[in-house]
């Protein structure tokens, strides 16, 4: 028996049972499409957030209280310490490390603000506007804070367009909530649009004002920076300078947990944790696969035991075993690939508009 006439038979035979055809391959079309669009989703994340950091300098070291990799020598896991709280006398300790260059402490909270009868929930970050140089530089509208401002405050693009939607400019006077407290701002700058991951690591959502201010608003009178952002002189000096820190500190937080780290030790950990939860995605769509693969082998046994007749009737007209055993392999094989086909077909369509809804 030819190919052609193989291929022939099997066409007959698809369009005669249109349905069964249909549910066939639809486990294979299902199974491939989820590989598809999970490999896409995951890929696009962990492309996504990797450009996020590779725009990050290497040359800042940040300092946080709080950190599992804390302790050294004797800290034991099953006692962790509190986290560290951060005052000035800190901001001068990492100021004299060898090789530092700046040193910008900050404090951050959620707040609630409002503009025009209106309400939304935004990050505020408490600044020396002295130590935020690049900070200043990302400024499209207005200008950044001076140590002399007071209820003065910088905004993100997304508090200025997107948080209200409405346009706030500077001159604009907005009240933040924090708890029961409550002060009244005048905005007087904007920050330029960033680039999102989608992370959490984006700007845009971001308002700056002084330590004065925000301590009023916070009403802490213990007031505690909650980082710093350490700026060194030369990037390959960065893991000395951050153990030189590591251990000047200690001095004044014996029993507190802290830790320093970059941009690139966060995208070495962020990066494992996604590369897991591609390899996941992509082992959940193969199971799919596999289900469907099951699905059509299930349908051409049946398929076999269906057409015992047609079966004899080829013997009769000189077909051999091998043929027919050929034949129903072929027709297995196509249904798989075709299906296949549609699957990544369909796939791809779905991942490109996940894509463009992601922005």
Request: glycine share 10%; no cysteine; hydrophobic share 40%.
């Amino acid at each position: 028996m030819k190919l052609p006439d193989m291929l022939e038979f099997i066409a007959v035979g698809f369009k005669a049972d249109r349905f069964k055809t249909l549910m066939s391959s639809l486990g294979i079309i299902i199974g491939v499409l989820a590989i598809v669009v999970m490999m896409s989703v995951g890929e696009g994340l962990y492309s996504g957030v990797s450009s996020q950091f590779s725009t990050l300098d290497l040359d800042v070291i940040r300092v946080m209280p709080g950190s599992a990799h804390f302790g050294g020598p004797g800290q034991s896991s099953n006692n962790p310490a509190e986290p560290a709280k951060f005052t000035d006398k800190d901001t001068k300790v990492l100021e004299n490390v060898v090789g530092v260059k700046n040193v910008a402490p900050e404090t951050s909270a959620s707040v609630v603000v409002a503009f025009r009868n209106t309400n939304a929930s935004a990050s505020l970050t408490g600044v020396d506007p002295d130590k935020e140089a690049d900070t200043k530089e990302k400024v499209e509208q207005g200008r950044f804070l001076t140590s002399s401002d007071y209820k003065s405050i910088v905004i993100g693009q997304g508090v200025s367009q997107e948080l209200f939607r409405m346009k706030i400019t500077p001159g604009n006077k907005i009240r933040l909530y924090h708890k029961d407290t409550y002060m009244d701002f005048t905005v007087v700058g904007v920050l330029e649009k960033e680039e999102s991951s989608g992370m959490g690591m984006s700007e845009n959502d971001q308002m700056y004002v002084t330590h004065k201010a925000m301590k009023e608003l916070l009403g802490d009178e213990t007031y505690n920076f909650g980082s710093f952002q350490v700026t060194v002189e030369d990037p390959e000096q960065v893991d000395n300078i951050i153990e030189k820190i590591k251990s000047d500190l200690k001095r004044y937080h014996k029993d507190e947990a802290y830790d320093a780290t970059t941009a690139r030790d966060m995208l070495s950990s962020l990066m494992s944790v996604l590369s897991m939860i591609k390899y996941a995605l992509a082992g959940i769509g193969a199971i799919s696969l596999v289900v469907g693969g099951i699905g059509i082998a299930n349908v051409m046994m049946l398929t076999v035991k269906e057409r015992i007749r047609e079966i004899g009737v080829m013997k009769a007209l000189g077909a051999t075993m091998r043929d027919i055993r050929m034949q129903y392999l072929l027709e297995a094989g196509v249904l798989g690939v075709v299906s296949s086909i549609l699957g990544i077909v369909i796939g791809v369509i779905i991942s490109y508009a996940i894509g463009s809804l992601a922005g």
